[in-house]
């Protein structure tokens, strides 16, 4: 089955620094990679996703890239902003799973002001 | 946006008792549903795939006896801890896929499930 490691397993960024997440996996089959941002006690929610058939994708601060040859994938947050503490959940997932969803260990972001 | 609710968000029990916990879709049709678990400090654990009108799909290592998955509607999936013990403390997860979406999952709030 699928396999998703991520790291670093904690982070911690000056306001306004970036922030990068890293994210590999080993089923090439896997063909959509969400990152899901998990606050304290409270459920994952989706802030970008990306699928196969493209290496990059941004929405304003927020970007993911996509390498298939190397299986990897990852989150670059830009201009943090201490609300952007959290946890980070990478995931991926195959059509030949029945597109269940297979976590990375998640990191913990942190921002100082 | 696609809205799933988990009840009940906190639950407490004795251990040897049952608990269940519903997770709906409120505002679309979910033929699939996930279970997840997550420990303190720790990833998203997939327990089961609920698939409405038939059988849950159970991950290895996961008992299917003692957490009974019941999928009985399109909006409405439910799981049931039987015979719980402080080992299954946890946080309980539910998602469901939203295919005109793109198969987006929305996840539910959570449940926090306590054995004492």
């Known amino acids: 089955g699928e396999n998703v490691e991520q790291h670093p397993s904690t982070l911690s960024v000056q306001e306004g620094d970036s922030a990068v997440i890293k994210c590999t996996y080993s089923?090439?089959?896997?063909?959509?990679f969400p990152w899901y941002k998990q606050e304290l006690g409270k459920r994952p929610q989706l802030i970008i996703d990306i699928r196969s058939n493209v290496g990059e994708k941004k929405d304003q601060r927020i970007a993911v890239t996509l390498n298939k040859t190397a299986k990897h994938f990852s989150l670059h947050i830009t201009e943090t902003q201490p609300e952007d503490s959290a946890v980070y959940f990478c995931?991926?997932?195959?059509?030949?799973?029945?597109?269940?969803?297979?976590f990375g260990e998640g990191t913990q972001l942190t921002v100082n002001p | 946006g696609a809205v799933v609710s988990q009840h009940p968000s906190w639950v407490i029990c004795k251990s040897g008792t049952s608990v269940k916990i519903e997770c709906r879709s409120l505002d679309f049709q979910a033929t699939t549903m996930f279970w997840y678990r997550q420990f303190p400090k720790q990833s998203l654990m997939l327990m089961a795939t609920s698939n409405e009108g038939s059988k849950a799909t159970y991950e290895q290592g996961v008992e299917k006896d003692k957490f009974l998955i019941n999928h009985a509607s399109l909006t409405l999936s439910t799981l049931t801890v039987t015979s719980a013990h402080p080992e299954d403390s946890s946080f309980y997860i539910c998602s469901a896929r939203r295919w005109e979406r793109r198969g987006e999952l929305f996840f539910g709030e959570g449940s926090r499930l306590t054995v004492l």
């Open positions: 995931a991926a997932s195959a059509q030949t799973s029945g597109s269940r969803l297979t």
């Open positions: 089923d090439s089959a896997s063909n959509y």
